[in-house]
């Protein structure tokens, strides 16, 4: 678990260390990784390394898996938090549905509540949505000032297609950007440890209206770099990924950038009042909403403080321990199960006097 990777991994290190600061004892646990699990890179968050998955079924107290639905018995119902959309492929289908069936499920936005609702074929009620936060160093990162005229642009995601990074190479050349020299651009490496990061990442060093600079490792350098641009863009990909909510977007608020994302998924539900959303997929939508965003000139302070009230990580894990405090649901797979025995109960006979004459009628139920 790599710090800068994803937001999976800052999300859940944020809630560890979040739920630790308020006496309720939390730890990360890996499996087959040793101490090699990514411990190093957060120095201050109990790890706790398993041989074996089967083992994860004797740990005591609460258990939530991320992500990865496996099918592991737990002592008591265990939680699984969903940060990706559902998968596409038929076998990895099979996979998901089989290992949500006794899990309760929990999501990060409404959008990802219903779309794997539809996916499961449960009702949307039955999945809790507990929203990602930004760490309190984004609010809190001081803004160098900066050159009067000059917008700098940001792409903070992974290098990955479904982060619309190939949108962003596009938008580079439509003439509304690629001849205003008042515009940086600036991506970063993150995701360039995985094979197509390192093709993605020496198209980028190739462009000469791109630079790209190391990733960032923790939430304090990461809001530094933020802080030091003015305007974020995330043209998420929605043919075949749809971003179930997207933290960069409110982190990036927190900062006090404005944001351009597209109109997909879950983005729209992390705004903060410095978002402008385009049509996905469209490097001619990206382009304006990018001059939109330069039109607009950088965010108040009342409108950063306005951001930064919102989507907090206590704001976070106390939902998280409410989504626990509740009675247990009932899985999926516990629902089905009764329904199937109902349907095959043989039917009581119910034996009622209904009419005058005291004719018998035997009603069948």
């Given at each position: 678990m790599p710090a800068g990777t994803g937001g999976s991994?800052?999300?859940t290190v944020g809630q560890v260390r979040e739920l630790n600061r308020q006496g309720v004892p939390a730890q990360v646990v890996t499996v087959g990784l040793?101490?090699?699990d990514g411990r190093s890179e957060f120095n201050d968050i109990p790890f706790r390394s398993l041989a074996t998955l089967s083992e994860v079924g004797g740990l005591d107290g609460t258990i939530v898996f991320v992500n990865e639905p496996h099918t592991v018995p737990t002592k008591q119902l265990s939680y699984l938090i969903l940060h990706n959309p559902p998968p596409i492929r038929d076998e990895q289908k099979a996979f998901a549905v089989r290992g949500t069936r006794n899990r309760a499920l929990i999501v990060t936005s409404r959008y990802a509540a219903a779309?794997?609702?539809?996916?499961?074929?449960?009702?949307v009620s039955t999945i809790n949505v507990v929203y990602p936060f930004a760490e309190p160093c984004f609010a809190e990162q001081p803004r160098p000032d900066t050159s009067a005229g000059t917008t700098r642009v940001l792409f903070a995601g992974r290098l990955s297609p479904e982060k619309g990074v190939y949108t962003l190479l596009e938008t580079l050349h439509?003439?509304?950007i690629e001849q205003?020299?008042?515009?940086?651009?600036t991506a970063t490496t993150a995701g360039a440890d995985k094979p197509q990061g390192k093709i993605i990442e020496r198209l980028l060093g190739a462009h000469p209206g791109i630079s790209v600079v190391t990733s960032r490792k923790t939430p304090a350098t990461m809001a530094a770099l933020m802080a030091d641009h003015d305007v974020v863009v995330m043209p998420s990909n929605s043919q075949y990924w749809h971003e179930t909510f997207g933290i960069v977007?409110?982190?990036a608020q927190h900062s006090g950038c404005r944001v351009i994302a597209s109109d997909d998924g879950g983005l729209p539900e992390t705004d903060c009042g410095g978002v402008v959303l385009v049509e996905p997929d469209n490097a001619e939508a990206l382009a304006w909403g990018i001059r939109a965003a330069v039109a607009s000139g950088p965010l108040s302070r009342a409108a950063r403080q306005d951001a930064a009230a919102r989507f907090t990580?206590?704001?976070s894990v106390n939902a998280l321990?409410?989504?626990f405090a509740q009675p247990a649901p009932i899985p999926p797979a516990t629902i089905i199960r009764q329904l199937e025995e109902q349907v095959l109960a043989p039917s009581a006979k119910v034996a009622t006097t209904s009419r005058p004459d005291n004719v018998l009628i035997e009603t069948a139920v």
């Open positions: 991994e800052n999300y040793d101490a090699d779309l794997w609702a539809r996916y499961l074929d449960v009702d439509i003439d509304i205003d020299v008042a515009l940086t651009f977007s409110v982190e990580v206590k704001q321990l409410n989504v």
